[in-house]
């Protein structure tokens, strides 16, 4: 089984940086996946990480740290777009784990002015 | 089309009625997943199809719930005698194969109501 953490809301200004922290246990790690969901809209993917380190995609990086059990989506010169929820979610290994993933509660992101 | 498409958009029906969603996934994708996302919370896993294995259906939450695949095409997931504690929003994903880095991608889900 499998428990994953993220804040439940946090705030920034349009322009600035903000850091979404996940942590997970997991009994066979096999990937780490962010997704972006606007309220009333499906998830849409984001990044995916499954060895240590930074992946960078234009204004959006993603940390994975296997050996803290540690992720963050990193988030610069915010847009007011930016607003939604940001899910983390991990796949681990396993005969039936093919590629579900469990995924945590996500974080409310509010960019404001 | 291009994406995953559910359908109905939007389910309001009675309590102790049955239900049945729909889920196009992407031509070509050969897994498929069903989730749940009750209001302000995260997603939950249901079932999942990968080709012609038998499903995983580990994340159904009772006996109500059923979910079909005809080969690598539509699926279709029912919840018989509905409680209005089944009232959420049913994303259905898919993905091209179980590979180690294929992202899922989601439907637009079906909103459902229970009166």
């Known amino acids: 089984g499998q428990n994953i953490d993220q804040p439940t809301e946090m705030t920034a200004t349009e322009g600035a940086i903000v850091q979404i922290n996940c942590t997970y246990q997991t009994s066979g790690f096999n990937g780490l996946f962010w997704y972006q969901q606007h309220a009333g809209e499906a998830p849409t993917f984001l990044s995916y990480?499954?060895?240590?380190g930074l992946e960078e995609k234009g204004r959006f990086s993603s940390f994975l740290s296997r050996s803290k059990g540690y992720s963050y989506l990193l988030l610069k010169e915010l847009q007011m777009k930016d607003s939604a929820s940001y899910l983390c979610a991990v796949r681990e290994t396993g005969p039936h784990a093919g590629n579900m993933l469990t995924f945590g509660g996500g974080t409310r992101l509010m960019v404001k002015p | 089309g291009a994406g995953v498409s559910q359908s109905p958009s939007n389910k309001v029906t009675e309590k102790g009625k049955d239900v049945e969603l729909r889920c196009d996934p992407i031509?070509?994708?050969?897994?498929l997943y069903w989730y749940r996302q009750r209001l302000g919370q995260g997603l939950e896993f249901l079932i999942y199809f990968q080709g012609n294995s038998a499903p995983d259906k580990s994340g159904l939450p009772s006996d109500r719930f059923s979910a079909e695949r005809t080969g690598e095409s539509v699926s279709t997931l029912t919840i018989q005698r509905t409680q209005q504690e089944d009232s959420a929003v049913y994303l259905c994903?898919?993905?091209?194969?179980?590979?180690?880095?294929?992202?899922?991608?989601f439907g637009d889900g079906t909103r459902l109501s229970i009166l």
């Open positions: 031509s070509g994708h050969t897994a």
């Open positions: 990480n499954v060895l240590d």
């Open positions: 994903a898919s993905s091209l194969v179980p590979g180690i880095n294929q992202p899922q991608h």
